[in-house]
């Protein structure tokens, strides 16, 4: 099982808001990682947009609007990213990642879709 | 600004190496942690490895397959980052990725330089 999980593909419409998660393996506490969230469009390297471990423990990215933000579903022991006022800029991959057992790990991505 | 211009990638056969480089300016090269990620043709972000500034004991670490493949170093002098593979695998044909870790995670990120591995 990948210690990271993304959902492969998410469509929303312009306008509404679209809740990204990353669930963390079984075994793996999500209280206790912070957990970063990039964005990639095609043809360029991803942007880093922020990271989130607790709302005392969080950090926007240089420039990422306040449409983008981070929060976590403890129950569902995953990391959340949230992106509101949807705009069709916003159609890319996303990737979350987290540092476990001395390595940087990615989930394997989001594809969102705004239409 | 910060800038990462990497360089170096092209095509090698498999059991080959190849070594890239990393051009980095607009921040203090020497106080930065460094990474390699690498992202394989139409597939998701894989972490390579990384170095620690000298001040933080210029220790790397390495995913688990490079490592004993793969070596990162880096020349202050010149603002470089550097990654040497070798015993290339077909399985390491993907874009690499120049990051500057400056709060010690991958921050800001080159345009890449492509790998081919093939015979």
């Known amino acids: 099982q990948a210690v990271l999980t993304q959902p492969s593909s998410l469509s929303a419409s312009p306008g509404a808001s679209a809740s990204l998660t990353c669930t963390l393996r079984?075994?793996?506490?999500?209280?206790?990682?912070?957990i970063y969230w990039y964005q990639q469009k095609p043809g360029s390297p991803p942007q880093y947009l922020l990271r989130?471990?607790?709302?005392?423990?969080?950090?926007?990215g240089s420039g990422v609007p306040s449409r983008f933000s981070g929060s976590k579903d403890a129950s569902a022991n995953a990391g959340i990213l949230l992106i509101s006022g949807l705009q069709s800029d916003d159609e890319a991959d996303y990737y979350c990642?987290?540092?476990?057992?001395?390595?940087?790990?990615f989930g394997g991505g989001t594809k969102l879709t705004v239409l | 600004e910060v800038q990462l211009v990497e360089s170096g990638g092209g095509l090698v056969k498999p059991g080959g190496s190849l070594r890239l480089s990393c051009a980095a300016s607009?921040?203090?090269?020497?106080?930065?942690?460094m990474s390699w990620v690498r992202q394989a043709p139409g597939k998701g972000l894989e972490w390579v490895g990384r170095?620690?500034?000298?001040?933080?004991?210029?220790?790397?670490d390495y995913a688990a397959p490079v490592k004993g493949r793969f070596t990162i170093s880096r020349d202050d002098s010149k603002n470089t980052l550097y990654l040497q593979m070798n015993s290339l695998k077909t399985e390491d044909t993907a874009v690499y990725y120049c990051?500057?870790?400056?709060?010690?995670?991958?921050?800001?990120w080159g345009q890449g330089t492509l790998v081919t591995v093939s015979s």
């Open positions: 990051t500057t870790d400056l709060q010690h995670f991958p921050e800001y």
């Open positions: 170095i620690k500034s000298k001040t933080d004991g210029g220790t790397t």
């Open positions: 989130y471990k607790s709302d005392s423990d969080k950090q926007q």
């Open positions: 990642m987290i540092w476990h057992s001395s390595a940087w790990v």
């Open positions: 079984s075994g793996i506490n999500v209280g206790t990682y912070r």
């Open positions: 607009g921040f203090t090269f020497s106080n930065a942690w």
